[in-house]
């Protein structure tokens, strides 16, 4: 995980949370912005590792025919 040392890097914004769980974050003593950006950081990446298949398809599919087709390049060199 990757810590913002200054505030300047950082943007205040407004969200809208549910009450209940807001209620138990502050309680249990939870940093909620830090929290919705540790899970907004997973989001992101998750939406772009989707986008990258998305756009790699094509090639991702080309590789797999070829590999189907000719087999694995130098398989006779790999040791497993």
Do not use: C
């Not at 407004?14 to 209940?20: M, Y």
């Not at 912005?33 to 540790?38: F, K, L, T």
């Not at 398809?57 to 590999?67: G, H, L, T």
């Amino acid at each position: 995980m990757r810590i913002v040392a200054t505030k300047a890097l950082r943007k205040a914004t407004n969200v809208s949370l549910e009450a209940e769980l807001l209620k138990m974050a502050k309680k249990l003593g939870i940093n909620i912005s830090r929290s919705a950006e540790e899970g907004l950081r997973e989001a992101v990446a998750i939406r772009q590792a989707e986008l990258w298949k998305q756009e790699s398809k094509a090639a991702i599919q080309a590789s797999n025919a070829y590999v189907e087709n000719h087999g694995i390049l130098l398989v006779q060199h790999r040791k497993f």
